[in-house]
């Protein structure tokens, strides 16, 4: 490629879910509720858990940690996807592209490995209930927190460099609704074959790893549940672990979708969809499953509003 056929590209434009304008004002109406119930859902999990003297057990701080993850990935890509529902230029300047990537991308892969923590702490409590508190210490909590964060921010760092150190050749139309790799990937000019490698290896490796990790996991307590003797006991184990087990089948169904294919096996009209799900969708979801199937949520939230009517007008 000649060095003059190269532009030095200032801003990006963003397709977008749809390009049928009929369909603008109903989807913005629908992503903005799906939106403000995820942000007040997450706020209001961390806030809670944060506040309520019950909730503070290894539990409720990795729930509070996928709280804030899912409130960081949506926030990443919901604003912006929502003022381009009702601006006339869909465009996104090229720094906030390469931000937009990097923030998503740490989130994403944080959210994977504190999912098989909250697996492991299940695993603790249920297999070894007496250990519990001496092997989920606040130091090992925090390990197991800080370990995906640090991983996550510096395979983000690597990647969005690797795109954005790379040649683009003037084309800045992204066929999807925010600045995902695999769209920016073929607006190079130069060869993609070492950054799909990278991501290849490592969604594989992120994606199989942390699955692995759940999957043990839930054997182990699997095994611990059928020697149960009381009814009860088994009953009460499953409920701890089906909202986990929810989650985690939805999200990485829809990433092994995504992310671990060829470039060219991919449909962006069928990955807009599934991003949609997982960027907005889940992050909404995920204080539901978790709280309204939880008796000691349900019984802080009871507390707090009991206490907000016993104050004095």
């Given amino acids: 490629m000649n060095r003059q056929n190269l532009t030095v590209l200032t801003e990006f434009i963003l397709m977008g879910i749809t390009n049928r304008p009929e369909l603008q004002a109903p989807f913005f109406g629908l992503f903005l509720i799906i939106y403000t119930v995820s942000v007040v859902g997450n706020l209001g999990m961390i806030i809670l858990t944060k506040v309520d003297s019950r909730l503070q057990t290894p539990m409720y701080f990795f729930l509070r940690h996928l709280a804030f993850i899912d409130l960081g990935y949506s926030s990443a890509v919901a604003p912006k996807m929502l003022v381009n529902f009702v601006a006339d230029q869909n465009t996104i300047p090229y720094n906030w592209c390469a931000a937009q990537l990097a923030f998503f991308i740490l989130f994403i892969i944080s959210e994977l490995f504190i999912l098989s ?31 995906p964060y640090v991983y996550s921010a510096c395979l983000s760092l690597i990647t969005t460099i690797k795109i954005f ?17 695999l769209p920016l990937l073929t607006l190079l000019c130069s060869s993609t074959r070492d950054i799909e490698l990278i991501i290849l290896i490592f969604s594989a490796f992120n994606l199989i790893s942390s699955l692995l990790i759940v999957l043990v996991s839930y054997v ?25 087990l929810t989650v985690v089948v939805v999200l990485y169904a829809t990433l092994f979708f995504m992310y671990v294919q060829p470039k060219s096996s991919h449909s962006f009209d069928t990955d807009k969809i599934a991003s949609a799900f997982y960027t907005l969708i889940i992050p909404m979801l995920n204080p539901m499953i978790y709280s309204l199937r ?9 507390r707090i509003w009991k206490n907000l009517h016993i104050l004095p007008m």
């Fill in 117 to 147: 923590a909250m697996a492991y702490d299940r695993y603790v409590a249920i297999c070894n209930p007496l250990l519990y508190t001496i092997v989920m210490s606040q130091r090992v909590c925090w390990v197991l927190v800080a370990i």
């Fill in 165 to 181: 150190m790379a040649s683009f050749c003037g084309h800045n139309v992204i066929r999807h609704f925010y600045c995902d790799n």
């Fill in 220 to 244: 182990l307590i699997l095994m611990a549940i059928l020697r149960m003797n009381s009814a009860e006991g088994r009953h009460k184990a499953f409920s701890t672990c089906g909202s986990h």
């Fill in 294 to 302: 939880n008796k000691e949520v349900k019984g802080a939230l009871h």
